[in-house]
C-alpha cells in the first residue's frame, strides 16, 4: 500500500535557519610522527513505499517512515618523513556507528608513487571515475542508498554488482592486500593491489576450508588520467578485477574477469559522469550457463554557490543462462543539497528502484522508492 511522504521541508529548512560558523580541529603531534583527525556524522528522516512488504527492511517494521544514523567515523592519520624524503606511516577509519574499524593500513610514499598494506580499498575503487563522481548527495549511485537499508535491501545483496558502480566491495573489501599507485605522469596514472584472500575484513587465513566463501589471488589493475581540454576538466579511467576460482560454501564458482571504464567531465559548474563495467563469470557457478551481466550509470550534477543539483540513473541485466531466466534492476534518483556552513551540510533525495524477472525465479519482480532528508556534520 502506497504511503504519504513525510513533510521534511519545515525541518530541512529550520537547520539551515540555524547556521553558524565551524571550523577544523587538531590532535596535536608526537616526536615520531604528526597525527591529524578528520571525521563525520550523519542523520537521516526517511520513507519508503515498496511493492513487496516483506523487504521492508527490519528497520521500517511496515511504517513506512523511520530515523536512521546510517554512519559516523574518525579518520586518523599518523605520518612522517625520512631525511631522505620518503612519507610514512598509517590511516585507520573508526566507524563509530559500530565501533569498528572500517579501514587500517600503513603506507610509504615518494618520488616513486604509494605503496598502502593492510585492510583498505584496493586501487580499482580509488582510481574509477564514473557516474558516481557527479553526485554529491546520497542517492546511491556509487555504492547502496547510503542509510535507506529498506530500499537497498530489495536489489538483494546478490544483485548489487547490476546495480552499483563499485563492484570492489562484493569482491574483495577491505581485506588485506598490497597496493601500489604510481605518481601522475602527464596526466597519467596507474595502480595494482593483490589479495591474497577475501572473504573477511583483515583476514589472514592461510587456507580456504571446506565453508570457505571468498576467492584467492585477487588481482587489481587500473590506469586513469586527468587533465583539461579547453577549459573542461576531463577524468578517464578503466580497471580490471581478476582472480583464481571462487568459492561459496564448499561450491566452486568461476574465476574473476571484471572490466570496467568511465569518464567525467566538468565545466561551468556542470559535471557529466557514465560508466559501464562487464561483469564477466561474477558469482557464476564452475562450468555453469549465463553470466555475470552487466552494469551502466549516468549522473549529473550542477553546483552553484552552496547549492548542489543531482541526478542518475543505472541499469544492470543479467543472464542466468536460459531465456527464461534473465533479470534487469534499474535505479534512478534526484537531490538537492545545501552548503549550511563549513562541515555542515543538508541534503533531500529521492529515490526509484525496480526488478524486473521474465519468470521471477531469481526473486520476485519489485517495486520501491524512497524520500530521505540529510543532515551531515563533518570536519
Known sequence: MKKTLLSTTAI????????GSASAGTVGTKDTMSVTM??????QMRTLDASNSTNTGSDDRGRGYS?????????FTAQAKTEGGITYGFKSEIGVEAISADELYGFIKGDFGEIQFGNNDGAVNMMNVGAGQANKTYQGVVGGTFGASALDSLAGSGDAHLIRQDIEPGVNSD??????LSPRFSGFQIG??????????????FNDGASFTGSENVGEAAINYVGEVQGASIKVSASSI????????????EAYNIVHVGAVVSMSGLTVGAGYRNNGDFAIAKNAVGDGGNYFGLGAMYQMGPWVFNGHVARGKQDFGDAATEQSNSRWGVGVGYSVAPGWDVMADYLDFSRNNNDGTNGADEDASAFIVSNKFSF
Open 12 to 19: 530541512a529548512g529550520a537547520a539551515m535557519l540555524v547556521a
Open 38 to 43: 578528520t571525521g563525520y556524522h550523519v542523520f
Open 67 to 75: 530515523f536512521s544514523t546510517p554512519e559516523g567515523e574518525f579518520q
Open 175 to 180: 581485506a588485506n592486500k598490497i597496493t601500489y
Open 192 to 205: 595494482a593491489s593483490w589479495t591474497p584472500q577475501t572473504g573477511s575484513e583483515g583476514g589472514d587465513a
Open 242 to 253: 581478476f582472480s583464481d576460482d571462487q568459492e561459496a560454501a564448499g561450491v566452486d564458482m
